[in-house]
């Protein structure tokens, strides 16, 4: 397979376009938690799952920006990576 911009954005180490993929373990706690905080919004246990979301979001990103398959799975993870930054840096 040619070695092209494209190719190397959007394709896996097997040749496949690779922009979605089946949910891991990180995105489906970030999803569960952040369920949870809308339903749940008593103190202690409200901020509870906020930190959770924020930590399991933070995991998802931080592998996708170091163990993406390709460039755009890489700048996706950067991309969360720094808006969940921001928006803890913003409600702080």
């Known amino acids: 397979m040619e070695d092209t911009l494209f190719n190397r954005t959007f394709r896996d180490g097997e040749g496949n376009i690779a922009i979605a993929q089946m949910p891991n373990l990180p995105i489906l706690v970030w999803f569960a938690a952040t369920l949870l905080a809308l339903v749940l919004k008593d103190g202690n246990i409200h901020r509870g799952l906020e930190v959770v979301a924020f930590g399991s979001l933070f995991t ?33």
């Open 60 to 92: 998802w990103a931080w592998l996708e920006l170091f163990q993406g398959v390709n460039y755009f799975r890489r700048s996706l993870g950067l991309s969360v990576l720094l808006g969940a930054i921001a928006s803890q840096l913003q409600w702080s």
